[in-house]
T-cell receptor, first 114, second 109 residues
Framework: EAQVTQNPRYLITVTGKKLTVTCSQNMNHEYMSWYRQDPGLGLRQIYYSMNVEVTDKGDVPEGYKVSRKEKRNFPLILESPSPNQTSLYFC?????????????FGPGTRLTVL | RKEVEQDPGPFNVPEGATVAFNCTYSNSASQSFFWYRQDCRKEPKLLMSVYSSGNEDGRFTAQLNRASQYISLLIRDSKLSDSATYLCVVDSGYSTLTFGKGTMLLVSP
């Protein structure tokens, strides 16, 4: 089954404790991205990657890191999480190198930082 | 900053009603337009792309007006299962997409 998977789905952590949210897709997609969704603010892009070893900042990259060592994986790293990073996070992928193709979203990761 | 604006709603309609949502965008260079559907804090899913000539998919019709920079979504014969948040999405021209904040639709029996 074609899909985007994220782990963990739910996470409660404390300020400053490094964490990684994994994202994997099995559709051989070139383009992958991370979004966060907050009430009243909608979906905002954190980082995106157009290919292996190619990453770029989105609208809200502060406090996050990403890597794209393999085509299928695009982990999101929070080196020192803070309460303002409490949010619902979505990973997405699409086939072509631009973003104009259909985006397939993972099921989301609900993160709480205390 | 490229913006996409939507009426947040909620739009409360009875089953069988016709309802329309509009969305305005600020980037005149945008070439790609979409409507996504999102159920209560689940992942967004593509509902339909929006083409210049307008397009229809069953009960759903999408229109694009480039001159006025807005897109619309019309839902005919609303079903209970249409209750969701509808996200207007526009390409920003920088290999990224800009999402509107969404319009909530509630269809009641």
């Amino acid at each position: 089954e074609a899909q985007v998977t994220q782990n963990p789905r739910y996470l409660i952590t404390v300020t400053g404790k490094k964490l990684t949210v994994t994202c994997s897709q099995n559709m051989n997609h070139e383009y992958m991205s991370w979004y966060r969704q907050d009430p009243g603010l909608g979906l905002r892009q954190i980082y995106y990657s157009m290919n292996v070893e190619v990453t770029d900042k989105g609208d809200v990259p502060e406090g996050y890191k990403v890597s794209r060592k393999e085509k299928r994986n695009f982990p999101l790293i929070l080196e020192s999480p803070s309460p303002n990073q409490t949010s619902l996070y979505f990973c997405a992928s699409s086939y072509v190198i631009t973003s104009t193709d259909t985006q397939y979203f993972g099921p989301g990761t609900r993160l709480t930082v205390l | 900053r490229k913006e996409v604006e939507q009426d947040p709603g909620p739009f409360n309609v009875p089953e069988g009603a016709t309802v329309a949502f509009n969305c305005t965008y600020s980037n005149s260079a945008s070439q790609s337009f979409f409507w996504y559907r999102q159920d209560c804090r689940k992942e967004p899913k593509l509902l339909m792309s929006v083409y210049s000539s307008g397009n229809e998919d069953g009960r759903f019709t999408a229109q694009l007006n480039r001159a006025s920079q807005y897109i619309s979504l019309l839902i005919r014969d609303s079903k209970l299962s249409d209750s969701a948040t509808y996200l207007c999405v526009v390409d920003s021209g920088y290999s990224t997409l800009t999402f509107g904040k969404g319009t909530m639709l509630l269809v009641s029996p």
